[in-house]
């Protein structure tokens, strides 16, 4: 049975016929690395899992792990799905491709396509992800797709302890072009990763901005509540009361001052500005816009005026 098909691919149910696939696919060693050894060593062996995992799945809940192929030859790159463990209340998303697929976003345009199927057709709310922590290319394809980090978890005393990440049955929708960001503070105290959507960067020369970098302005990108997490540090909050009275927080590090992000003074801020300065990434950040420049310092608005050296 089909399931989806999206620009390049073609999402259907396993059948026997895969089991030469499915060898291959559980034999990887980033298989093996990332979700485990199924024990999977001949044919006969993958046709029982086939029947025993995916096919069994469909019948007993209607849905399971489908077989990915690419458009128009068939020919098979990866798994992608939903699955009801006996362990975990919510439905979880998997994903595996062939790593000669890796690094052309098939594995987005599928997952993608499956969520999509599990909302629309299948009528899921909240959908998770397990992932072995180390696992950071499935991480940030999973905040690409509006999961985020929950908790970690532990099936049984003895295993491994897995991240359980999570989507909202309604996540904001990110942009393809979208970007996992990775920032810090100067000193490395506090650190924080984040999903945005590079063309939001904007320059602000408000006076504020001036004033809280010491410079001449500052270069932000938004990035909402549910696609930015904290890894290390708890910045200080600084307050700061507009003449309009809503009031700005804008956070730092204690140990360095660093400017790590500004957000609204409420209970449940929906973005954070994050300071593009610090983020690994700030190469690829040009500004799309520049704001406030009713404020703005003439010299700092064409420096490319200005003499250049190479070094001080
Ligand atoms: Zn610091
Ligand atoms: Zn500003």
């Known amino acids: ?20 696939f499915i060898l291959d696919l559980l034999n990887e060693p980033s298989w093996i690395r990332f ?10 062996d ?16 209607g849905f399971g792990l489908y077989a990915v192929e690419l458009k128009p030859d068939g020919q098979l790159i990866g798994m992608c799905g939903l699955i009801k463990r006996d362990t975990l209340e919510d439905v979880d998303l998997g994903f595996a491709l062939l790593p000669k697929f890796w690094r052309s976003g098939y594995a987005f345009e599928a997952a ?5 199927y599990g909302r629309k057709v299948l009528g899921l709310g909240r959908v998770v992800a397990i992932l072995s922590p180390d696992n950071d290319r499935s991480s940030k394809l999973l905040e690409k797709l509006g999961f985020r980090f929950e908790r970690a978890v532990r099936f049984q005393p003895t295993h491994e302890e897995l991240h359980l990440y999570a989507a909202a049955a309604r996540p904001r929708v990110m942009p393809e072009d979208s970007m996992t960001v990775e920032g810090s503070c100067h000193c490395g105290k506090v650190t924080y990763r984040a999903e945005i ?24 990108v938004p990035a ?14 600084y307050i700061k009361t507009a003449d309009s009275g809503a009031q700005r927080i804008h956070a730092f590090c204690t140990d360095c001052g660093t400017p790590i992000y500004a957000c609204a003074n409420i209970d449940d801020p ?17 500004p799309k816009k520049r704001i406030w420049c009713k404020s703005a310092l003439e010299w700092a608005q064409n420096i490319s005026a200005i003499p250049a050296v190479d070094e001080q």
Not at 228 to 237: A, H, V
Request: glycine share 6%; hydrophobic share 35%; charged share 25%.
């Open 1 to 20: 049975m089909d399931i989806a098909e999206t620009a390049r691919l073609r999402l259907r149910w396993f059948n026997a016929d895969d089991s030469e």
């Open 35 to 44: 979700i485990g050894d199924k024990g999977v060593k001949t044919l006969d």
């Open 46 to 61: 993958a046709r029982r899992y086939i029947q025993d995992g995916p096919i069994a799945m469909y019948s007993r809940v």
């Open 112 to 116: 993608t396509a499956v969520m999509s």
């Open 197 to 220: 959507d590079p063309a939001k960067t904007s320059l602000c020369n408000c006076t504020d901005c001036q004033m809280l970098t010491g410079s001449a302005f500052r270069v932000s």
């Open 224 to 237: 909402a509540k549910e696609h930015f997490r904290l890894i290390s540090g708890q910045p200080r909050t």
């Open 270 to 286: 929906p973005t954070y500005s994050l300071r593009v300065g610090c983020l690994k990434q700030r190469a690829r950040l040009a």
